[in-house]
């Protein structure tokens, strides 16, 4: 998966000025049925696209007619510190909307050095689900080749990370101008809107780890997940093999939340993850601070680590979610 590149930077690539036509789309049905995209904005960025107050991604909903929804602050896509957004409506309302908020973003990143961002070329990624992705590649890759030549955008869809629990999704990131990638993103709307499981995932909530949309700027969509109970002060907890819940006091007493989490040491590796990655990313999304025992040191009488979690109670549950769906991920893979 492409988790390196920021969601939106320019590459020194100029090609040519961004003509001023309007953005017009190929279907002349005036009884569109309503779909949307999703993409992701670097989150440096994304207040810029709220505006003071809500005021710009307002004036965005009632220019372009499309719903737009926005990500917290601390809501990222999986192995990214990037925040999503959705746009939903007909393929023309998406695509004024996505023009607005793709233009803002350019002013953004070439305000200080006032360069002529018109021809510059820039990575829009798409959040796709895997079901979906199909029809875009087509038959030996026809169909997103002719999107490429059609549009002269750089299209290129990554694979699907399984690293993630709960993760369907994959990225497909357009490279060019805004032009190019415009055209592009109407080519795959179009393309997706052929598709009818695509259109029924529009109010599936997300069921990414640690990614709890409690609440959008804009109109809200979907269900939200339920929330995770709320953790008692210094209390710990054991995720064996059979996922139990067998809850103990801490001796700590001190004044600081904290939770102990016993995971099977046959899973640690899974919540973990290669050089830390996984748990860091835990820590950064959560914003709890998360210590693992050493190798060997178990809750008494098993072979659990402790897995400690500890800072503001929201945070608590956060991280303590996300571990539970890694140990659960290490259930099934280990029993395949």
């Known amino acids: 998966m492409e988790t390196n590149e920021s969601s939106y930077v320019p590459s020194p690539d100029v090609h040519g000025k961004r003509s001023t036509a309007p953005v017009k789309s190929l279907s002349s049905d005036p009884t569109e049925k309503p779909t949307y995209i999703r993409f992701l904005v670097s989150n440096p960025l994304a207040g810029a696209v709220i505006g003071k107050g809500g005021s710009t991604i307002n004036d965005f909903q009632s220019q372009s007619g499309a719903r737009i929804q926005l990500s917290r602050s601390h809501e990222f896509f999986p192995g990214t510190t990037d925040r999503i957004i959705m746009i939903a409506g007909t393929i023309d309302e998406i695509l004024r909307a996505v023009d607005l908020v793709i233009d803002k ?194 809750f008494s009488g098993t072979s659990e680590r402790k897995v400690t979690i500890s800072g503001p109670q929201r945070s608590i549950r956060t991280a303590e979610s996300m571990i539970m769906q890694k140990v659960a991920y290490a259930s099934d893979r280990l029993m395949d």
């Open 105 to 298: 973003l350019l002013t953004e990143l070439h305000a200080e050095d006032q360069a002529d961002d018109v021809g510059t070329k820039t990575k829009l990624r798409l959040i796709v689900p895997n079901s979906s992705c199909g029809s875009i590649i087509g038959k030996a890759g026809a169909t997103i080749k002719s999107f490429m030549d059609d549009s002269q955008a750089v299209i290129k869809i990554s694979r699907l990370d399984h690293s993630y629990y709960g993760l369907n999704d994959r990225l497909v990131t357009l490279t060019g101008t805004l032009d190019e990638q415009m055209r592009a993103l109407e080519l795959i709307l179009l393309k997706l809107s052929e598709d009818t499981l695509y259109s029924q995932t529009m109010t599936v909530p997300y069921t990414y780890a640690g990614v709890f949309f409690s609440g959008f700027h804009g109109m809200p969509y979907g269900a939200v997940p339920p929330p995770v109970p709320a953790v008692p002060h210094n209390t710990a907890a054991h995720y064996g093999p059979n996922m139990g819940g067998r809850k103990f006091q801490n001796n700590k007493d001190d004044r600081t939340n904290s939770l102990t989490i016993g995971v099977a040491d046959e899973h640690i590796g899974f919540v973990v993850g290669r050089g830390g990655r996984n748990i860091m990313e835990i820590s950064q999304i959560s914003g709890a601070r998360i210590k693992v025992s050493d190798r060997g040191d178990f």
